[in-house]
């Protein structure tokens, strides 16, 4: 399945540290996300184009990310700018790595391709709390049909809506919760689920929601593939 008509969400902001980076999927394309010493955030195809080698094994130094195996350096366009190896090199602008085009909104780490004209980018909200990301063995497909009669944490009668491609961005809103949900297409059999509550949370409330959201995540992972796609 192509990922390009829409946004999608591949982590929670703040799981990313400064310097630091993690490997990630998109409908099963392995992409790499990363962060710069500054705190821009990055989504690139997750190989080095010398040798294929996943660039979210190395590391990050100041504005670059380099390859674990040779130390390639590439700059935040992608472009290869250092070959350890060729210190005097000026290395060819053909050597370079596929980025897309990535932000931050709602607390996640968003990313569709460059290549054609882009959508309006999900809405921004400062007032959400991190809680945890899920990675479930179901299609996307199937976690949307079981989130709407499965009962969420703290369900209290609440309403529950979908916005997005395929639904990639959930909202749950009852009179004592407000929880959001960015859904991932992670491979054709596997999903994620990016969880923020809004507001402050207490060090008791993050407990009971990462509780509760284990519950959820078990949950969704007994429902029968099958018989969700039947009822679909």
């Not at 490997?23 to 195809?45: C, I, M, N, P, Y």
């Not at 990050?60 to 366009?77: E, K, N, P, T």
């Not at 053909?94 to 290549?115: D, F, L, N």
């Not at 999903?191 to 008791?204: N, Q, T």
Request: hydrophobic share 45%; charged share 20%.
């Amino acid at each position: 399945m192509d990922f390009s008509a829409d946004w999608y969400p591949l982590a929670l902001a703040d799981g990313i540290e400064p310097g630091t980076s993690t490997g990630t999927q998109l409908f099963g394309k392995e992409l790499v996300v990363w962060r710069d010493a500054e705190g821009a955030s990055h989504v690139w195809e997750d190989r080095c184009p010398h040798r294929g080698m996943r660039l979210s094994f190395g590391f990050v130094r100041s504005d670059r990310i380099a390859c674990l195996y040779h130390g390639w350096q590439f700059d935040q366009a992608g472009q290869c700018r250092y070959i350890p190896a060729h210190p005097n090199l000026e290395v060819p602008e053909t050597i370079k790595v596929s980025t897309y085009a990535s932000v931050e909104r709602a607390g996640m780490i968003w990313a569709r391709p460059t290549s054609i004209e882009e959508p309006v980018a999900p809405d921004d909200r400062a007032d959400l709390t991190s809680i945890r990301s899920l990675y479930l063995d179901r299609p996307l497909g199937v976690v949307v049909a079981s989130l709407k009669s499965l009962s969420l944490p703290a369900h209290d009668g609440g309403t529950l809506t979908f916005a997005g491609q395929e639904g990639a961005l959930a909202t749950f809103r009852s009179a004592a919760t407000e929880l959001v949900m960015g859904l991932q297409p992670f491979a054709p059999d596997r999903s994620a689920l990016h969880v923020l509550a809004a507001g402050a949370l207490s060090a008791e409330a993050r407990m009971h929601y990462a509780t509760a959201l284990e519950a959820l995540r078990r949950a969704l992972e007994s429902v029968p593939v099958v018989a969700v796609e039947v009822a679909a």
